[in-house]
């Protein structure tokens, strides 16, 4: 009788474990709910779970992603760049252009393109690194400025996919082992990314400016070429989302990505990277990233309106505020608590 109360009391104590693990661990907890996800859509709409669906949902899904790992770089140091996707705009149409005049081969116009990206990135990270200007004031500026100069580069045209080289859009359609390019792509930005936060000086420089700026200059961390660095990335890394977002519609206008800044924002922010600053992972942006690309194709084959979309990136950004809002004033509470003892 002993031993099996002693048993069950173990069984239980594992659970919580199990559980409390979970609960911790916002990489863990997105990944079964976008499984529940799955199976309860699924239920509803089989196609949902075929290759031929969940391709070009992954496909879309691993561009916002890379854009995510370079904005999770941009909030861990408690800033935010709202420009990205005008970055990715201006970066897709510019190398189509290119491609269309035929003044640079491929590989040419594609390191031209993620090179746009990084010196845009630097112009955010001189505006708010430097002059000091409020990281969201700085970027919606931008985001604005970038988009007028997209319109005055495509100066009323467009780039149509005839106006491609041959067989430009078939890389977004390929796939290794069952796997769509654009998420090996993906999962290799991330992973460089992961292990350069977790394991170099640079990168927890990142979550040192974000978690205490002040404290991390008395102890010899230049802030300001940090968050110059982390906008130089977002930048360079929106410009690789931007060749891949041209190769995969064909067709790109001056407004190209309109709205994407609030997809990359909200995918960043349910993936754990808190919005105070200093806490998340790039793995947890990525599965944010393919969390929000699975619920904008549920609501497709459900035929569900698509404003339900925009409420959901806004209620999520809301939530990701109000939660680390309320973490903040606890643990000041706890400082505090702990000071009069």
């Known amino acids: 009788m002993a031993s099996n109360v002693a048993m069950a009391g173990s069984a239980r104590s594992r659970a919580g474990v199990l559980i409390s693990g979970f609960a911790r661990s916002r990489e863990l907890t997105l990944a079964a709910v976008m499984i529940v996800l799955s199976a ?41 760049d709202l420009s990205v996707e005008s970055t990715i705009g201006i970066v897709a149409f510019v190398v189509g252009d290119i491609l269309k005049q035929q003044a640079l081969p491929i590989p040419a116009a594609w390191a031209f393109g993620i090179g746009l990206g990084l010196v845009l990135g630097m112009a955010n990270g001189v505006i708010v690194a430097i002059f000091r200007v409020p990281s969201i004031v700085a970027t919606l500026g931008t985001l604005s400025l970038f988009r007028g100069l997209a319109f005055l580069v495509a100066n009323g045209h467009e780039i149509n996919l005839n106006d491609l080289p041959d067989g430009y859009t078939n890389a977004a359609s390929q796939s290794v082992f069952g796997v769509p390019l654009f998420v090996i792509l993906a999962i290799a930005v991330v992973v460089v990314a992961a292990l350069v936060l977790r394991y170099t000086v ?113 209620a999520v950004i809301l939530l990701a505020v109000s939660t680390d809002a309320l973490i903040q004033v606890r643990t000041q509470r706890a400082k505090a608590r702990s000071r009069i003892r």
């Open 40 to 80: 309860l859509v699924a239920t509803q709409t089989p196609n949902f779970l075929s290759l031929d669906n969940l391709g070009p949902v992954m496909t879309l899904g691993a561009i916002i992603a890379i854009a995510a790992v370079g904005e999770s770089l941009v909030i861990l140091t408690k800033n935010i």
């Open 202 to 314: 640079v990168g927890r420089l990142f979550y040192a400016v974000g978690s205490n700026a002040e404290a991390a200059a008395t102890i010899g961390v230049r802030s300001r070429l940090t968050v110059f660095l982390a906008f130089a990335l977002c930048g360079m890394l929106a410009g690789v989302a931007g060749v891949l977002w041209g190769m995969n519609f064909g067709a790109i206008y001056a407004n190209s990505a309109s709205g994407q800044s609030l997809a990359v924002i909200a995918a960043v922010v349910v993936g754990g990277v808190s919005i105070s600053g200093g806490s998340g992972t790039v793995v947890g942006a990525a599965l944010g990233a393919v969390f929000l690309a699975l619920i904008n194709n549920a609501l497709l084959l459900l035929l569900l309106p698509q404003e339900w979309l925009q409420m959901i990136y806004g």
